[in-house]
């Protein structure tokens, strides 16, 4: 399937970039997860994400990369809606999403909040 890949382009690695984004970044929340986002000029793709499980919720590194993977699994779904919807408008962008959920949430609970939180987004950004 062309378009629902995650290269290695599309992921939000940069320190500076992702300090910058928690500093003035806009805030979203979508059960169970937090989005904050940000316009940018640079990159090749529409938007550039990375993931974020914090170790003081989840101890275990087993438990945190499985909610890294559903939620890049999700993102990667949803991705050509998401990027068709930014490329009509020519905006690039950064995002960050965080799982807020103190417990392990079904993947199409996630799943529906995750979607929800993008289309938000993307709402918010197109205008």
């Not at 940018?40 to 994400?49: C, F, L, Q, R, S």
């Not at 993931?51 to 050509?80: G, H, M, Q, T």
Request: charged fraction near 30%; glycine fraction near 8%; hydrophobic fraction near 35%.
């Amino acid at each position: 399937m062309p378009g629902h890949s995650f290269k290695k382009g599309e992921r939000l690695s940069s320190r500076k970039a992702i300090t910058s984004l928690f500093q003035s970044g806009k805030v979203l929340v979508s059960h169970p997860v937090r989005i904050i986002y940000q316009l940018t000029e640079e990159g090749n793709y529409p938007a550039v994400m990375a993931v974020s499980v914090p170790k003081r919720i989840f101890r275990r590194a087993v438990d945190r990369n499985l909610l890294k993977r559903r939620i890049r699994e999700i993102y990667r779904l949803y991705k050509p809606q998401f990027y068709s919807r930014l490329e009509q408008t020519g905006i690039k962008i950064q995002l960050v999403i965080q799982y807020q959920q103190t417990g392990i949430e079904a993947f199409d609970l996630l799943e529906k909040g995750l979607r929800k939180g993008l289309e938000k987004v993307a709402a918010d950004l197109t205008g």
